[in-house]
Structure formats: structure tokens, C-alpha cells
């Protein structure tokens, strides 16, 4: 069983960073491409950044760009998200998720909500203003 754990949320001043992580309970992590999603209250849960399976390749959504960096350590089996110039509009729950691949070809990186496997409980950040 497949089990991800986000930790690092807390209520920040605008302009502050933020580094949030997701430690996965598996034997192969970098057989998992791994994702950070955010939902704010009132609103669908949107995807935020990703990561591929080697770390080589990551996409983020347009309104984090420049601000949020996504890693992985593979040793330690975690994914991080560093957020920089928090905004109020960064407030959200966020989640990450995982996605297994063994197969000889993969997608490098997995962008859609429904492609991922296994999801954490989330993490909340509260950006004030």
C-alpha cells in the first residue's frame, strides 16, 4: 500500500517561502512521477507542478512559474515543493500524487489529475495579506 505524506504547510505572510515535502512509503520511488495539486475553498483542485520519474523533466502551472520549484530526492523518497513570493491566492490545501509506471515506456511527466495513482492527504497553506 502506497502511502504519501505531505508536511510543511503553516500560515505564512505574503511575500514569505514556503517549503512544502511528501514522503512516499514505497520500495522504487523513481519508479513514480510525482505531482502537487492545490485546491483552494470553493474551488476544483487545480494542478500546481511535476515532476518526471528521473527529475530531469518538470512543468508547472502558469500562475506559479518563476515562483515554485519542484524536486525530488529518490534517497529519501520525497518530492518537494519550494514556494517562493507567497501570494494570498497560493492559499490552498495541497495535495501531492503519485504516478507508477514499470513499464519500458512511461509519459515523462504526468499532468492530469486522473492519471495519478495515489494521492496524500494534504498539507494546508494560508497566505496572508
Known amino acids: 500500500q502506497v502511502q504519501l505524506v505531505e508536511s510543511g504547510g503553516r500560515l505564512v505572510q505574503a511575500g514569505d517561502s514556503l517549503r512544502l515535502s511528501c514522503e512516499a512509503s514505497?520500495?522504487?520511488?523513481?519508479?513514480?512521477?510525482m505531482g502537487w495539486f492545490r485546491q483552494a475553498p470553493g474551488k476544483e483542485r487545480e494542478f500546481v507542478a511535476a515532476i518526471s520519474r528521473s527529475g530531469g523533466s518538470t512543468h508547472y502551472t502558469d500562475s506559479v512559474k518563476g515562483r515554485f520549484t519542484i524536486s525530488r530526492d529518490d534517497a529519501k523518497r520525497t518530492v518537494y515543493l519550494q514556494m517562493n513570493s507567497l501570494k494570498a491566492e497560493d492559499t490552498a490545501t495541497y495535495y501531492c500524487?503519485?504516478?507508477?509506471?514499470?513499464?519500458?515506456?512511461?509519459?515523462?511527466?504526468?499532468?492530469?489529475?486522473?492519471?495519478?495513482?495515489?494521492w496524500g492527504q494534504g498539507t494546508q497553506v494560508t497566505v496572508s495579506s
Open positions: 514505497v520500495r522504487r520511488f523513481s519508479n513514480f512521477a
Open positions: 500524487a503519485a504516478d507508477i509506471c514499470v513499464a519500458v515506456e512511461c509519459a515523462p511527466l504526468v499532468l492530469r489529475e486522473y492519471e495519478y495513482d495515489y
